[in-house]
């Protein structure tokens, strides 16, 4: 899927056709995309899928951190907190403290 951003007429943003990996880069950057590792899970009606990065492209600050819930933008420390903790020790040693990433968590509506 291609993307065109207009603000005021101008043109501020134009991405052709890509995969979400190569999206990513335009967000993080291309060396970050680089270095995202996929994530998939699911358990009954509830999926996980997105991207995570290995502990050595960590991040000074959490603004490289992003959920969706049913493909809507969230915010939610408690899943920034579940998404940090496995990577606490590795991230602190390479003096990085925030994992990036972008994670789609899906469920229907009605549960």
């Not at 290995?54 to 420390?77: C, E, T």
């Not at 907190?81 to 003096?95: G, I, K, N, S």
């Amino acid at each position: 899927m291609a993307f065109k951003l207009t603000v005021d007429g101008r043109e501020r943003l134009v991405a052709p056709p890509a995969t979400p990996l190569e999206r990513l880069g335009l967000a993080l950057g291309r060396e970050a995309a680089a270095e995202m590792l996929p994530i998939a899970w699911e358990a009954g009606e509830l999926r996980i899928h997105g991207y995570v990065s290995s502990p050595a492209v960590g991040r000074s600050r959490r603004d490289g951190q992003y959920f969706y819930l049913n493909r809507r933008p969230i915010r939610s420390g408690l899943l920034a907190v579940m998404l940090e903790r496995p990577y606490a020790a590795a991230c602190r040693q390479a003096d990085r403290r925030w994992p990036s990433s972008t994670s789609t968590w899906t469920r229907p509506w009605w549960t």
